[in-house]
């Protein structure tokens, strides 16, 4: 009874594990989709970068697109992080599914062995009819020689599930060992993506070293230009109305958590507020509510979430990744996405943050996009 529930253990384990190394495959195709697409991306950059003429009037052109350049070599190197990341976690659970496999096979070896030797000893000392014709009477004869006929039938069933594990082992095994290959490949990727990162940044900085600060600070205004949310919050303001989800929220609501975990507020303009915070830190919704739109920006591919609190709207722009959809319900500080990567254009280093925003359903009202939070 013990080995046959063990057994069933197993395959329930087999089967739950396959739907979850399905689901895995499909995330890690879709990481190498996205990993392609920015490839190409920095590729045709590269090209652009390089038929850019000398010259005073490109010094500033060609800052900006290094500094855009950074960007995506900076997103891609985070796109191939999180494809190893995903490796690493299907190689633990299928070194786990091969350990119990493994375990399992052994046990019915032992278990077999055990059961030829108890048959073979049986034969040796009394002989199989000899067994029969010592019983006392026909209903003896004929339960010794239903445990015989089951002793054999147990054999031959435990053959059965020896074979069938050693080929789920072998074929676990062999997963295992072009997921390890891939996560080789995928780390060295990673490995040449950082240096290249590393020889973009130079020469980012040499193009900003020949600026003066006054060219400087042209730079970064266009390059935060390009952060700045993508659609129009008058027309979002046409989705929320009648919104009920997060009607709660008034101009009044205070006392709230960052949206970015353990961020930090850098600087304010006007109803948004730039909130950094580590890398890979979750961005979450301020407060209950439904999303309204979730929309990619086509100049930094980054993401832009836009939730509505009653007929409040918050935005969260310059999100690397989301985990909501358009029509979604959202609780109280649930996760909404990741926060995503931007340039320093004075240092050309990759920095952290988002765009945070937050909108009355009167136009004519200015909030502070940090008068909610705890503390401020």
Same mark, same amino acid.
């Given at each position: ?7 069933? =253990? ?79 976690e299907e190689?633990?659970r ?50 010794? =020689?239903?445990?015989?006929?089951e ?22 095994r062999?997963? =295992? ?40 600070s ?39 958590? =960052? ?60 999100l690397?990744?989301?985990?909501v ?41 200015t ?10």
């Amino acid at each position: 009874m013990t080995k046959t529930l063990t057994l069933l =253990l197993l395959a329930l384990t087999a089967c739950l594990a396959r739907p979850a190394a399905a689901q895995n495959d499909r995330r890690i195709a879709e990481q190498r989709k996205a990993i392609a697409a920015l490839e190409a991306k920095i590729a045709a950059e590269e090209a652009q970068i390089a038929q850019l003429k000398k010259g005073r009037s490109a010094t500033e052109e060609r800052a900006r697109r290094l500094a855009g350049q950074i960007d995506a070599r900076n997103q891609l190197l985070l796109e191939t992080e999180r494809e190893a990341a995903l490796l690493r976690e299907e190689i633990r659970r299928t070194d786990s599914l091969a350990g119990d496999l493994s375990t399992a096979l052994d046990r019915n070896r032992a278990l077999y062995r055990r059961l030829a030797q108890e048959s073979y000893r049986n034969y040796r000392q009394h002989g199989y009819i000899g067994y029969l014709f010592s019983s006392d009477d026909f209903a003896e004869v004929a339960r010794r =020689l239903a445990a015989l006929r089951e002793t054999a039938a147990l054999r031959e069933r435990t053959l059965h599930e020896i074979a069938e594990q050693q080929s789920a082992v072998r074929d676990t095994r062999t997963r =295992l060992d072009d997921r390890r290959r891939s996560l080789d490949s995928v780390t060295d990727k990673a490995t040449t993506q950082r240096r290249r990162l590393e020889r973009d940044a130079e020469a980012a900085r040499r193009e900003i070293r020949s600026m003066s600060q006054r060219e400087r600070s042209a730079l970064q205004r266009k390059l935060q230009q390009e952060q700045q949310l993508s659609v129009a919050i008058s027309e979002l303001r046409k989705l929320t109305k009648g919104n009920r989800e997060g009607a709660s929220f008034t101009g009044k609501t205070s006392g709230l958590n =960052l949206p970015v975990v353990s961020g930090s507020v850098k600087r304010y303009k006007g109803n948004m507020a730039e909130i950094a915070g580590p890398k890979g830190a979750a961005v979450r919704s301020i407060y209950e509510g439904k999303v309204v739109e979730v929309k990619r920006n086509r100049i930094t591919a980054k993401y832009d979430v836009f939730v509505a609190h009653g007929e409040y709207i918050t935005s969260y722009a310059n999100l690397g990744a989301v985990t909501v959809e358009k029509g979604a319900k959202v609780a109280k500080n649930q996760r909404i996405g990741t926060i995503g990567a931007s340039v320093n254009v004075q240092t050309m280093e990759p920095e952290y943050k988002i765009v945070f925003g937050i909108y009355s359903p009167d136009p004519k009202e200015t909030m502070s996009a940090a008068a909610c939070f705890k503390g401020r």
